[in-house]
């Protein structure tokens, strides 16, 4: 089903404007995780192999020299120190191979607004589902458990243990109703295969040439500037930005809904007055 989701943004510097400027011409930054605030990003733990799976493996390693009994001694150890010392999936190295977009489904969230749209003196900016990349968006699952991911000796991590990786936060960030859109670098194996197949077939050219494009890690995408349904004002956004904005949204050739958020006088409340488009 089509929605709107949200991303609160910072406006406090010439380069923060400049970025959410960007957002106007159909272009948005995805960010690696090294860069996020919860240490806990990407913190997922590799489940202990089976001693079972481990008496498997220690031939192909070890060679079959050794007798049963000892290959039971070897895999009991193993399987002991993953228990002990969890080890973490995925490496700072892979983290810079991957991007990623943070959205909510809230756009009137009291601390959102503090927290990424710099006390309210920022901006929030809705998109619709129905187009990519955001159509792509999935849910944050909120747990009060790591999540673990079964062992493999594989170096390449499919992008369904990306997504419960990068999917699965604390309870603490509840809410936030999170949402995301993961851009994941192709393996140089991955664009081989790619680039195969579009031998085999010219027919699929345009969508191989858009995957190869939009799965690229982190950095700039372009997106359809018709997914952008909604601007929201900061209750103590700077009115030089406020015109700044409004004068380059006025000259877009689609509409935009455009809101002021106003401190309610009575209750702990955030009003929206909606503002015309050419309003200075």
């Known amino acids: 089903m089509t929605q ?35 240490p806990f990003e990407m913190g997922a733990t590799i489940s202990p192999p089976s001693i079972e799976a481990l008496m498997i493996a220690i031939p ?35 983290m810079q191979n991957i991007g990623v977009m943070c959205l909510s489904e809230d756009k009137n ?95 699929s050219i345009d969508d191989i040439v858009d995957l190869l494009a939009n799965h690229d890690g982190p950095g700039l995408y372009n997106f359809n500037e018709s997914s952008i349904k909604s601007i929201y004002f900061g209750s103590r956004i700077d009115e030089n930005n406020k015109k700044t904005i409004l004068s380059r949204v006025n000259k877009l050739p689609f509409k935009i809904k455009i809101f002021q958020c106003e401190i309610d006088r009575r209750y702990f409340l955030i009003n929206f007055n909606k503002i015309n488009k050419n309003d200075k």
């Open 109 to 203: 969230n009291k601390l959102m607004w503090s927290h990424y749209a710099d006390s309210h003196r920022g901006i929030c900016i809705g998109f619709s589902t129905e187009y990519p990349p955001f159509s792509l968006a999935k849910k944050v699952i909120y747990s009060n458990q790591r999540p673990e991911v079964p062992f493999a000796r594989s170096d390449t991590l499919s992008a369904e243990v990306i997504g419960k990786i990068l999917l699965t936060k604390s309870l603490d960030w509840e809410y936030e109703k999170e949402w995301r859109i993961i851009k994941r670098k192709l393996s140089e194996n991955e664009k081989l295969f790619y680039k195969e197949s579009l031998n085999k077939n010219s027919d």
């Open 4 to 38: 709107n989701i949200y991303r609160y943004l910072s406006l406090n510097t010439e380069k923060h404007l400049e970025w959410f400027l960007g957002y106007l011409e159909g272009q948005a930054y995805f960010s690696s995780p090294l860069n996020f605030n919860d």
């Open 60 to 94: 192909e390693v070890h060679g079959n020299y050794l007798s049963k009994n000892n290959q039971r001694k070897v895999a009991e150890n193993v399987h002991s120190k993953f228990k002990s010392d969890p080890q973490k999936v995925v490496s700072e190295e892979r």
